[in-house]
């Protein structure tokens, strides 16, 4: 069993930068892919981005490419999600993933932890 613990959300205005991590425990998530998922109210659940176990590939949803940066500290065993130019639409409880495949995946069916969520609200 891997334990994930989201923190670091918040308030902030468009535009600014904002950087949430993932915190593991019971095992070494250097055996997992991880992912980052959101839902904005209303909505479903959607995926962010992913890096694979030793962090050599990354996948970013295209509505944050090139603003958000995904990275891992297997040592730490805490995964980042690094947001920039933050938009309103950004906003929602942002959720970590660890994905046991061999694969790196976007499909939240393929990920079997999950944490309790961060809330994230971008004002305009």
């Known amino acids: 069993q891997v334990q994930l613990v989201e923190s670091g959300g918040g308030l902030v205005q468009a535009g600014s930068s904002l950087t949430v991590s993932c915190a593991a425990s019971?095992?070494?998530?250097?055996?997992?892919?991880m992912g980052w998922f959101r839902q904005a109210p209303g909505k479903e659940r959607e995926f962010v981005a992913a890096?694979?176990?030793?962090?050599?590939?990354?996948y970013y949803a295209d509505s944050v490419k090139g603003r958000f940066t995904i990275s891992r500290n297997n040592a730490k065993n805490t995964v980042y999600l690094e947001m920039a130019s933050l938009k309103p639409e950004d906003t929602g409880v942002y959720y970590c993933?660890?994905?046991?495949?061999?694969?790196?995946?976007?499909?939240?069916?393929?990920?079997?932890?999950w944490g309790q969520g961060t809330q994230v609200t971008v004002s305009s």
């Open positions: 993933a660890a994905d046991p495949s061999l694969l790196l995946h976007y499909r939240q069916d393929h990920y079997d932890y």
């Open positions: 890096i694979s176990w030793g962090g050599g590939t990354t």
């Open positions: 019971g095992r070494t998530i250097s055996n997992y892919h």
